[in-house]
């Protein structure tokens, strides 16, 4: 079963407007969310976290917003550059109580392109 | 420090032979972790160590996997027998314990094994 989802396969932004990415969950025992970008042929790189008891977190051009009730969380990139074209991943990490503690269980991905 | 560091970056292999990856964690984390990343797919984890101890491992880790990680540094991931559903980019990560989810785990570049 896929505990957290991202629906949109990718998405395309003009240089300069805001870029936001969704990612929903199921599973309400995990305690942090993460985003991390990854490049072509090079591992994941982290971006931001934030913490299930907070509902915002921003560092720089990025900011993550997460729903509890909803179970869902986005991230907000403003404002795009092109080097932000990148596959952007959403993960969550398992809480101590339950079976995914420790771990992180990510996304299926979504392509961000920013056009010039 | 330079980061996660993993070995080798690519490995073509015939099915059937065996095959080793290694795992250079930043040295001051206690917790390593590998995960398998395929096309389309966001990275599925695998199992992951702290210090020398094996905490868990997931359903995808067929008896033809192990992995080790002796006394709590570097890690190998051995892969018996290869079958052409392995073929998969091998990602390794490594945290602290209680820092990993707010400062992000970080990720080696990865491994990309090809079975034919």
């Known amino acids: 079963d896929q505990q957290v989802k991202q629906n949109s396969p990718s998405l395309s932004v003009q240089e300069g407007r805001i870029s936001i990415l969704n990612c929903d969950y199921t599973?309400?025992?995990?305690?942090?969310f993460l985003w991390y970008k990854k490049y072509p042929a090079e591992g994941p790189t982290f971006l931001i976290s934030?913490?299930?008891?907070?509902d915002k977190n921003e560092d720089g051009r990025f900011t993550v917003f997460l729903n509890k009730s909803a179970k869902h969380l986005s991230l907000h990139i403003v404002p795009s550059q092109p080097g932000d074209s990148a596959v952007y991943f959403c993960?969550?990490?398992?809480?101590?109580?339950?079976?995914?503690?420790?771990?992180?269980?990510f996304g299926q991905g979504t392509i961000l392109t920013v056009h010039p | 420090d330079t980061g996660v560091s993993q070995d080798p970056r690519h490995k073509i292999t015939k099915r059937g032979q065996n095959v080793t990856f290694r795992c250079d964690p930043i040295?001051?984390?206690?917790?390593l972790y590998w995960y398998r990343q395929t096309l389309g797919q966001g990275p599925e984890f695998l199992t992951y160590?702290?210090?020398?101890?094996?905490?868990?491992k997931s359903r995808l880790l067929s008896d033809r996997f192990s992995a080790e990680r002796p006394k709590g540094s570097f890690s190998t991931l051995e892969i018996q027998r290869t079958e052409q559903g392995d073929s998969a980019m091998y990602l390794c990560?490594?945290?602290?314990?209680?820092?990993?989810?707010?400062?992000?785990?970080?990720f080696g570049s990865g491994t990309r094994l090809t079975v034919v």
């Open positions: 990560a490594s945290s602290l314990t209680f820092q990993g989810a707010r400062y992000g785990y970080t």
């Open positions: 599973n309400s025992m995990f305690d942090y």
């Open positions: 934030i913490s299930s008891i907070k």
């Open positions: 993960a969550a990490r398992g809480n101590a109580g339950g079976t995914s503690y420790g771990k992180l269980t």
């Open positions: 040295s001051e984390h206690n917790r």
């Open positions: 160590f702290q210090n020398e101890a094996q905490l868990e």
